[in-house]
């Protein structure tokens, strides 16, 4: 492991402006170290009315401006996020985990400004539905109203952002409450966006999961934004029986990848490595089971294992870091568990399969796991950490037909040198999204969801814009 230079953490400035006394807050810990990095506010039930009594009287005059004002204000947010990127990443950093460089914390702080400049710049016009002489139907898209957003803590301020950005562009406002664990990443990010916003069109609540249900039940509300886990998005969808409001869930995925005989193993090794073990394997729609034709088995094992040896594990603010720490005690007791299960159960552990003490609490080794099936933990549920399940298989039906038994349906992946033949595959994985030598990239202009237990509706794009929006047809 390499460690090179250590970054100064320059946060002060926003971390100021988010954090609060220490008599009032709650400490986040550094993920790495343990090191507190400061105090979030502690936000209850009351401040969460109060934060959508704000945003409905904001929300009329949001919507009376121009689609072209609204779009000239998210750039100018923007453009705030993008000179305060360094001091956003090292926050993210720090309370997450993830390493500032390669697709790490300066990944999202970026990612941030270039998905709110998406939404502002995509144009979402009426469409004709029917036209005859003497009449016509068009439909428009109106804002729904307020939305409510509740994100997870593995990509907390990039995930709020897409939650916020295409709500705020269609005139809907917006009330959202980040994961327990990493508030100060949105915090400090709708900070950035605040600077131009008129008040309570953008309010965070910073509680815990009793902050969280109150929102979802509220009567308040015409939409929630989701992203979390399935369990969680069940019992949303249980909520959304009494205030009717919409949803889109993006929830849990366990995305298998497979690989085609005759693929060129080197020449897709560091796309599938970085399918993997992005953000240290905490990223929904990360590869989560691999499928391995016979012919190629080894030598893919081999691949992955030599990537897992020889990319430096670290802080996430040491420059020198690629993969990071996972972000919470649970997150390491549910990776160790099912890898300890995987190797009571005979499959072989190549590389990793232990902690990393000496780099710190949460850490552990990427892992490559061989000699192992379906029916196992480490296969059937998803591990959120940076372990890769590497399943054999001869035959190519079974193959995809093991790829689809699972519950849950985001991403997956086909790797070959034939794309014809990868495409033939694809169209058959039940998935949102099904990458070709590639997994888990995301454009802010092509729409991301997943089917089965991973959810339903789509971010990005039109798509985004008209899950937050309420379809009203105008005929004359
Ligand atoms: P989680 O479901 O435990 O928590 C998500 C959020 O929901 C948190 O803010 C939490 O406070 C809140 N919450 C908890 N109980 C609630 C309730 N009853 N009502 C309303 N809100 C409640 O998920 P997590 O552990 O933070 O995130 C990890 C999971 O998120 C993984 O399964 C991962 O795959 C998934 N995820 C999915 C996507 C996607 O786009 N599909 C993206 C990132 C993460």
């Not at 469409?127 to 109106?142: I, K, M, N, Q």
């Not at 796991?369 to 933990?377: C, E, F, H, L, Q």
């Not at 959120?384 to 689809?404: C, H, K, Q, T």
């Amino acid at each position: 492991m390499t460690h090179t230079e250590v970054a100064e953490p320059h946060t002060a400035g926003l971390l100021d402006e988010i954090t609060v006394a220490a008599a009032s807050g709650r400490a986040i810990p550094d993920a790495a170290t343990g090191e507190t990095i400061g105090h979030a506010p502690v936000h209850t039930v009351d401040d969460l009315n109060a934060a959508i009594d704000a945003a409905r009287a904001a929300q009329p005059a949001w919507a009376a401006l121009s689609h072209a004002e609204r779009s000239r204000i998210l750039h100018r947010a923007a453009d705030e996020i993008e000179a305060h990127a360094e001091e956003l990443a090292q926050i993210i950093a720090r309370e997450q985990g993830k390493p500032l460089n390669g697709p790490g914390a300066r990944f999202e702080a970026g990612g941030c400004a270039a998905w709110v400049r998406q939404a502002a710049d995509t144009v979402l016009e009426p469409e004709v539905l029917f036209e005859a002489e003497g009449t016509r139907s068009e439909l428009h898209y109106a804002p729904l109203g307020v939305v409510g957003a509740i994100g997870p803590w593995n990509w907390p301020a990039l995930i709020a952002i897409w939650q916020i950005a295409p709500s705020l562009r269609m005139g809907n406002t917006v009330v959202t409450k980040p994961s327990e664990y990493t508030p100060l990443s949105v915090l400090a990010v709708a900070a950035l966006l605040n600077r131009h916003l008129p008040p309570g069109v953008l309010t965070v609540v910073s509680g815990g999961r009793d902050v969280g249900e109150a929102l979802a039940a509220h009567p308040g509300l015409d939409k929630i934004m989701f992203t979390g886990s399935t369990a969680t998005g069940r019992r949303i969808v249980e909520s959304s029986a009494h205030n009717l409001a919409r949803l889109t869930l993006e929830l849990g995925g366990n995305d298998a990848g497979i690989v085609l005989p005759g693929t060129d193993v080197p020449a897709i090794a560091q796309n599938l490595f970085w399918g993997i073990f992005i953000n240290t394997g905490q990223t929904c729609a990360a590869l989560k089971r691999l499928y391995v034709h016979d012919s190629l088995y080894d030598d893919v094992v081999q691949a992955l294992a030599e990537l897992a040896e020889t990319t430096p594990m670290g802080p996430g603010t040491d420059e020198g870091s690629a993969l990071g720490p996972l972000s919470t005690r649970q997150q390491f007791d549910v990776v160790s568990r099912l890898v300890e299960e995987a190797r009571a159960a005979g499959a072989r552990v190549v590389t990793g399969g232990k902690p990393a003490p000496e780099l710190g609490a949460h850490f552990y080794r990427p892992t490559v796991v061989a000699d192992i099936t379906d029916g196992v933990g480490l296969v059937d549920e998803e591990q959120f950490g940076p372990v890769i399940p590497v399943i054999r298989y001869s035959d190519l039906e079974d193959a995809v037909a093991r790829a689809n038994a699972s519950a849950q349906g985001l991403g997956a992946s086909v790797w070959s040198a034939d794309v014809d033949e990868a495409l033939a595959v694809a169209a058959r994985l039940e998935a949102g999204t099904v990458w070709i030598n590639q997994h888990g990239t995301l454009n802010p202009q092509v729409p991301f969801g997943g089917v089965k237990g991973s959810g339903y509706g789509m971010e990005f794009g039109r798509e985004g814009l008209k899950a937050v929006s309420a379809p009203k047809v105008i005929t004359r």
